[in-house]
């Protein structure tokens, strides 16, 4: 409904963010050129934390959605009930 009143050609606001629609902030930007650095030295292992609705998931799509798929082979794993 709103997509035709604003013109939008697709919806901005889903539950699954859109890495299409990201806005990197400055926090946001700092943990990208993190996970590029760990991701082209081979740093194995790399883990981003965050509270809830910080940008974790749509960073991570946004990155995923830059590799090179036939250069890494890559997982996105979600578990909300794994505690520390």
């Given at each position: 409904?709103?997509?035709s009143?604003?013109?939008f050609r697709e919806k901005p606001f889903t539950i699954t963010p859109n890495p299409h629609f990201i806005f990197l902030s400055k926090n946001h930007k700092e943990a990208f050129a993190?996970?590029?650095y760990g991701i082209d030295n081979?740093?194995?292992f790399i883990e981003?934390?965050?509270e809830v609705g910080t940008g974790k998931t749509?960073?991570?799509r946004t990155l995923l959605n830059q590799l090179d798929s036939d250069s890494y082979r890559t997982a996105l794993i979600f578990n909300p009930s794994l505690s520390a």
């Open positions: 409904m709103y997509c009143y604003f013109g993190h996970l590029l081979h740093a194995g981003l934390t965050g749509t960073v991570l």
